[in-house]
């Protein structure tokens, strides 16, 4: 009689792997075989995940087609399989993983799409927090706003992609009847990922306003954002930047 | 603390599902109160936005799938202190958990996986469940689970198990009569014996939901998928299950091929059906 914790280890490297003959001997037929009785609890562990990822990645899904998703994921998830029981957290690495698929990593958009869909999914259950009042940060000197450093919303993910991502979001949602082609060479996008009201949603940003805000995002001043900002344009408008940054409820907070 | 004279007033719920939760909230149908999977509420985004919103109109039940009661490991004291967080803010009439495990070697299997009934799972469960009502400060309802084998040293029938584990922790029980059926037919049993054996007084809920039937070499298996409605069998079980218990809180689950909301709703008001004879009938109480 094995002891609780030698069984529990046997029963999971069965859920990933082929059935062990110490852990059959330990499990009683009633009619059946006992590698027919665990077969059952591996294809529910294995099919629920898989139907988690597929919850959250539902363009990637109808990209690649169930049959192939099916399989990535299971490969997907005996590679990371989850290590906590809130599965709304679980797939952070399936965009990575995509990237480096070898049946799939010549689809070059897919790792990006699946990191908008990763983003959406994030914005959804990220904490609701009170936008920043730009009031608050009235009376400061100059030299002190250039300092400045924002915390962004928990919601927001900046994410830029050399290919049209969103396009082939849009094009790839359940209920989108029209065939639309997107053009892959159209360029690529800096995308802003977030929660506006009730709603998680994304949009273009301009490259120096994504240059701006994903350096502000990354922890830096506003003088070294805008920096950044303007060697992406140098027709960067800094006061305006700043203005829609206060204002568009993407900041919570500052320091000085 | 679940108080049972208040929690019998709940009569019967549904077990609260993402593709319904705009419509619950939207026309608030006639139900006695929702259930809600913990661990699907534990970000704090729109999910539980919209369940703080459904508070004022229905009383919640929180019932863990992820705490691994039955780990040989040590509980997952961040989970833990989740799920207390979540209890706090949602202040439930019920929580529950089940009698499984799913997590070893920091890997979480999202499935109630089997315990051999021994000795030693019953005092490492018993010192879960009395670490987690330290934590949570109320008392837990432990469910019966779905089974699909059974252990060659297992030696403790599971109805005595629950009811061992109830006398040492001061646990509720979550009487599941679904999975009482599947596990009987998948390992040999008699459903009306297995309930008989329960602790009457320490059931402070039951479940309600259908099952597949499947066939594994030649053998029927039924699944527990909730994918379907409550079958005629069960139906059978649940009179008998509130005959022996009283009108105890009772709620429908469907958890796959989720249908619309109405069909829900219709389950649970045939489930309210019986629940009122067994309120009409007095039900006086057994030990």
């Known amino acids: ?256 | 603390m679940v108080h049972m004279s208040t929690s019998a007033k709940l009569g019967v719920g549904i077990g609260l599902r993402a593709p319904h939760v705009a419509e619950v909230l939207a026309t608030r149908p006639a139900i006695g109160w929702l259930e809600v999977h913990a661990e699907n509420y534990m970000g704090a985004g729109a999910p539980l936005a919209a369940l703080e919103r459904l508070r004022a109109d229905y009383p919640l039940s929180v019932h863990g799938v992820g705490l691994s009661l039955g780990s040989a490991a040590a509980l997952d004291n961040r989970h833990l202190s989740r799920l207390q967080r979540l209890s706090t803010r949602l202040a439930p009439a019920l929580v529950s958990e089940h009698l499984s495990w799913s997590i070893a070697g920091g890997i979480y299997l999202n499935h109630l996986l089997p315990l051999p009934y021994t000795e030693e799972t019953l005092a490492l469960v018993a010192q879960h469940v009395t670490h987690t009502h330290e934590v949570l400060q109320c008392r837990l309802l432990i469910e019966n689970p779905s089974s699909y084998l059974r252990f060659a040293h297992s030696v403790i029938p599971e109805p005595e198990f629950l009811g061992e584990l109830v006398r040492r922790t001061g646990c509720g029980l979550l009487c599941d009569v679904n999975n009482i059926y599947v596990s009987c037919c998948n390992l040999g049993g008699d459903p009306v014996a297995y309930l008989e054996a329960l602790p009457a007084r320490a059931v402070g809920e039951i479940h309600l939901a259908g099952y597949a039937v499947n066939d594994a070499d030649g053998q029927t298996i039924l699944i527990d998928d909730h994918g379907a409605p409550v079958s005629d069998a069960v139906w059978a079980l649940y009179r008998h299950a509130l005959a022996r218990f009283g009108p105890v809180p009772t709620l429908i689950e469907w958890d796959t091929n989720i249908p619309e909301l109405a069909v829900l709703c219709a389950e649970a008001h045939t489930a309210e059906r019986f629940f009122q004879r067994a309120e009409e009938a007095g039900y006086a109480g057994v030990a």
């Open chain 1, 1 to 256: 009689m094995p002891a609780l914790r030698e069984l529990q280890s046997a029963f999971l490297r069965a859920m990933f792997g082929p059935d062990e003959p110490e852990l059959l001997e330990t499990i009683v037929g009633d009619g059946l075989l006992p590698a027919a009785r665990l077969q059952i609890y591996r294809h529910h562990v294995l099919t629920s995940l898989t139907d988690v990822l597929q919850t959250t990645f539902p363009v990637i899904c109808r990209l690649v087609d169930e049959r192939f998703f099916r399989y990535a994921a299971d490969a997907y998830i005996r590679q990371y399989p989850p290590e906590a029981p809130c599965l709304f957290e679980y797939g952070a690495h399936f965009a990575a993983f995509l990237a480096a698929f070898p049946p799939c990593r010549h689809i070059e958009y897919l790792a990006d799409v699946a990191r908008l869909e990763w983003a959406l999914h994030r914005a959804l259950h990220a904490e609701v927090r009170t936008p920043l009042d730009p009031a608050e940060m009235g009376g400061l000197a100059p030299h002190e706003v250039a300092r400045l450093t924002f915390q962004f919303d928990p919601s927001v993910t900046l994410l830029d992609s050399p290919w049209p991502i969103d396009q082939i979001w849009r094009v790839n949602q359940a209920d989108e009847e029209v065939y639309a082609p997107v053009d892959l060479n159209e360029g690529g996008v800096s995308l802003e990922i977030r929660r506006w009201e009730d709603d998680v949603g994304f949009r273009r940003l301009d490259p120096a306003i994504y240059t701006f805000r994903s350096t502000l995002a990354a922890g830096h001043a506003l003088t070294r954002a805008a920096e950044a900002a303007l060697v992406a344009n140098q027709e960067f408008d800094c006061v305006a930047a700043l203005h829609e940054l206060l204002t568009d409820g993407v900041v919570i907070g500052f320091t000085l």
